[in-house]
T-cell receptor
C-alpha cells in the first residue's frame, strides 16, 4: 500500500516551458487536491476534485490546469511556466469531505522555474 | 474570511522541555480543527484533530483542545524529544467548500 505518490520529485524548468505533475493514490479515495507550499505562507489550494471526471478551482488556480480521468490519478499541468510558480507542490487525497476529514499527502515535488 | 494564525518560528527547545505552539482561528460557526506535522523531506501527516468545541485531540504525547470561547487550538507536549523536530501546521476545515485553511507553519527545533 503506497498511499499517495508523486512524480517527479524534482524538476527545473525554463520560463515558458510546460510540464505535468502526476499524483496517484491507491486508497480508493474520492477526493484529491493539489497544493503549493511557499515559505511563510502555509499551503494554498490550487485545484481539487470530488470524484472521477470532476475538477474545481481552489484558492490559487491561475496558471494551472488539472485532470482526473481515472479515480486514482490527479494530474496538475503548467502550460507556460513562470518564475512565480517556483514552489513545492503537494498532492493529497481523502475518503470523504465531512467532519474530521483527514487528508493524506504525497512526499511533494520541488519545482524551480528559471 | 476564515483564517488561521500560528506563532512564528522557529521555536528552539531543549530535549524534555514543555512545548506550546499557539494557534488561533477566525471563522463563522464551528469548523473541524487539525494539527499536521511535516518531518524534513516528507509530506504532511495528520497529528491530531478535534471536531467540536471542548474536544481534545491527542497523539504521540501531543494534545490540543478546541476552545470555542478563545477560538484557539494550541498544541502542547509535556516532554519533547529530538525526533519531534519538524514543521507543525494548524488548519481548519469547512465542509461547505471542501477546503482546509492552513496556518503558515511553525518550525520546531529540539536540541539534545
Amino acid at each position: 500500500n503506497a498511499g499517495v505518490t508523486q512524480t517527479p520529485k524534482f524538476r527545473v524548468l525554463k520560463t515558458g516551458q510546460s510540464m505535468t505533475l502526476l499524483c496517484a493514490q491507491d486508497m480508493n479515495h474520492e477526493y484529491m487536491y493539489w497544493y503549493r507550499q511557499d515559505p511563510g505562507m502555509g499551503l494554498r489550494l490550487i485545484h481539487y476534485s470530488v470524484g472521477e471526471g470532476t475538477t474545481a478551482k481552489g484558492e490559487v488556480p491561475d496558471g494551472y490546469n488539472v485532470s482526473r480521468l481515472k479515480k486514482q490519478n490527479f494530474l496538475l499541468g503548467l502550460e507556460s511556466a513562470a518564475p512565480s510558480q517556483t514552489s513545492v507542490y503537494f498532492c493529497a487525497s481523502s475518503y470523504f469531505a465531512g467532519e474530521g476529514n483527514e487528508q493524506f499527502f504525497g512526499p511533494g515535488t520541488r519545482l524551480t522555474v528559471l | 474570511g476564515d483564517s488561521v494564525t500560528q506563532m512564528e518560528g522557529p521555536v528552539t527547545l531543549s530535549e524534555e522541555a514543555f512545548l506550546t505552539i499557539n494557534c488561533t482561528y477566525t471563522a463563522t460557526g464551528y469548523p473541524s480543527l487539525f494539527w499536521y506535522v511535516q518531518y524534513p523531506g516528507e509530506g504532511l501527516q495528520l497529528l491530531l484533530k478535534a471536531t467540536k468545541a471542548d474536544d481534545k485531540g491527542s497523539n504521540k504525547g501531543f494534545e490540543a483542545t478546541y476552545r470555542k470561547e478563545t477560538t484557539s487550538f494550541h498544541l502542547e507536549k509535556g516532554s519533547v524529544q529530538v525526533s519531534d523536530s519538524a514543521v507543525y501546521f494548524c488548519a481548519l476545515f469547512w465542509i461547505s467548500n471542501y477546503q482546509l485553511i492552513w496556518g503558515a507553519g511553525t518550525k520546531l527545533i529540539i536540541k539534545p
